[in-house]
């Protein structure tokens, strides 16, 4: 099968396509073939060696996939040859193939095609969790989302109005900000055009935001901190300014607030019951319309390493989503 590999660690232009061989299945595994893959930061991460989790080279980048399965092994009972499908699969995604836990594996939604189901699970996963799980978001309550054009933010955005809360949208350009708006944001706020602690004290009057959801890090998160209310719940879900905030302690003192880390990955491994259900009210959403996931460009699998740097440059708006060209 062909296969985007890293030999190496290093960026995204060392990344080459060749030939890999296909594993064997296992009792308990299903081997899925690969229509979409979904482009996600921790693939940038990982072929640099700098993730939490290091397969043994060479690896295939790529965490969730959609397509059909292709074969089943002897201990499987809930799929079956020829099911679309969907699955997180930590690496091995960008490829034409890929052998996994039959555990890892949900039936894809009727009301989603594959390039849309690639892109789904983890940026609506990590959200819905985040607000669900982590931030207990109530109707009326207000949701600051910085980063709002990205994969996770957009998500944000739209899992926050389908919640019941005002959105308030944050990002760096009158573009990316349109993009959220579209997508349900209420009011928004560019990075560029002053300070954000003073904009969201404006839209508030003075109170703050309730929950904030911060997938940039950096100096964003302490200027969001100086803007959140009352008992308020500052998200740390990741770092993509590539810097960690070093958050002062009296700030969350001052405002009786929480600062909530929020580790999609391990809660999946962790709470599968919890993850499953929210699954099914995610894929609801999905089928009343209520979700519409924003796919900003498809790539094939030889342009990999373009895709990639099309993330790491913030081109994007969404997701990204590699495509093999299976039919």
Excluded at 121 to 129: A, D, R
Excluded at 164 to 174: E, H, N, P, T, W
Excluded at 218 to 235: K, P, V
Aim: proline share 6%.
């Amino acid at each position: 099968m062909r296969a985007v590999l890293c030999k190496e660690h290093g960026p995204p232009e060392s990344l080459v396509v060749d030939e890999a061989p296909s594993a064997a299945v296992g009792e308990n595994e299903v081997r899925i073939g690969i229509h979409a893959c979904g482009v996600n930061f921790p693939d940038t991460l990982i072929i640099q060696g700098k993730y939490q989790i290091q397969p043994d080279l060479p690896f295939s980048p790529g965490s969730e996939v959609a397509g059909e399965v292709l074969e089943v092994g002897s201990g499987v009972q809930h799929l079956n040859v020829g099911d679309p499908v969907m699955s997180l699969t930590g690496w091995g995604g960008f490829a034409e193939e890929v052998v996994i836990g039959a555990d890892r594996v949900l039936p894809m939604p009727a009301s989603m095609d594959y390039v849309t189901a690639a892109g789904f699970p983890m940026v609506y996963g990590t959200s819905y969790h985040a607000l669900k799980q982590r931030a207990s978001l109530a109707a009326g309550e207000t949701l600051l989302v910085l980063g709002a054009s990205g994969g996770v933010g957009l998500a944000a955005v739209e899992l926050g109005k389908a919640m019941g809360a005002r959105v308030i949208a944050a990002a760096s350009s009158a573009d990316k900000l349109e993009v959220a708006r579209e997508h349900g944001a209420d009011e928004l706020v560019n990075y560029a055009e002053g300070s954000l602690k003073d904009q969201v004290k404006a839209l508030t009057d003075g109170k703050g935001a309730d929950v904030i959801y911060d997938p940039v890090g950096g100096e964003a998160c302490e200027q969001a901190l100086r803007c959140i209310n009352w008992n308020g719940r500052l998200l740390i879900i990741g770092f993509a300014s590539g810097t960690i905030p070093k958050i002062p302690a009296n700030l969350p003192l001052l405002k009786g607030s929480s600062v909530v880390g929020v580790f999609w990955g391990d809660f999946v491994r962790r709470q599968p019951q919890d993850n499953a259900r929210n699954f099914q009210e995610l894929f609801a959403l999905h089928g009343e319309g209520r979700l519409k996931p924003h796919v900003w460009k498809t790539y094939p699998l030889e342009r990999a390493g373009e895709a990639l740097n099309a993330l790491l440059s913030r081109q994007a708006t969404g997701k990204i989503v590699l495509t093999t060209g299976r039919s």
